[in-house]
Structures are given as C-alpha cells and as structure tokens.
C-alpha cells in the first residue's frame, strides 16, 4: 500500500495555528476516505477529523470543532489548526479509514507513517 509521510508540525504558542500535510508516494489521496489521528505520550490514539472521498463529508471531534479543517489541495490532504490549545499536543497521523458518516468516529487502517509532532506551549 502507499506509504503515508506527515509533515509541517512545529512548536507553537497557544492561539497559534499550524498547517499539516499528508502525501502517498505516487499516490493521489483525492479519492479516498482519509482521516487525522493523534496520539498524546501515555494516551491513546484518537480521530481527529476525517473527509470521505466521494462526497467530501467531514467529520470533526468534538474538541477541535471551529478551530481545525481538513481540505484537499491537488491530491494531498491538510490540516488546518487554528487557535491551539496546549491539549492539541501530540503526535499527528494520517491514515486511510472507513468511516459511516453516521456521525460515528473513523476507523483507521493500513500503515501508519511516522507522524509529525506538535507542541503547544509558552
């Protein structure tokens, strides 16, 4: 399967915002069910967002609501963070999911990528 690489995670203060990146290796992502996990030190990996593929329906958890949206730009897929809060630290994943769209979260599979860390702090 196509190898995932994340990218553009930094060090930011609270309030401040952060753009991340998700390619496949020859792969374009447009047409596929994609999602944002990420995972705090300790704590499990959770869903962030998710945008199917065929329709562009999105789903957000309830945390990051108005502050994060997930786009498509030329067959690679973003996050826009906005106004981080110090609770958004952790390590950010991409993945191919399945997802209802019922409103349940996404569900990831294939490989994980190695991710790419943000940390919000002062």
């Known amino acids: 399967q196509a190898q995932l690489v994340e990218s553009g995670g930094g060090l930011v203060p609270p309030g401040g915002s952060l753009r991340l990146s998700c390619t496949a290796s020859g792969v374009s992502l447009k047409d596929y069910d994609m999602g944002w996990f990420r995972q705090a030190p300790g704590k499990a990996r959770e869903g962030v967002s998710c945008i199917k593929g065929s329709d562009g329906s999105t789903y957000y958890a309830d945390s990051v609501k108005d502050r994060f949206t997930i786009f498509r730009e030329n067959g690679k897929l973003h996050l826009q963070m906005n106004d981080l809060q110090a609770e958004d630290t952790g390590v950010y994943y991409c993945?191919?999911?399945?997802?209802?769209?019922?409103?349940?979260?996404?569900?990831?599979?294939?490989?994980w990528g190695q991710g790419t860390q943000v940390t919000v702090s002062s």
């Open positions: 993945a191919f999911v399945t997802w209802s769209g019922s409103g349940s979260p996404p569900e990831p599979f294939g490989s």
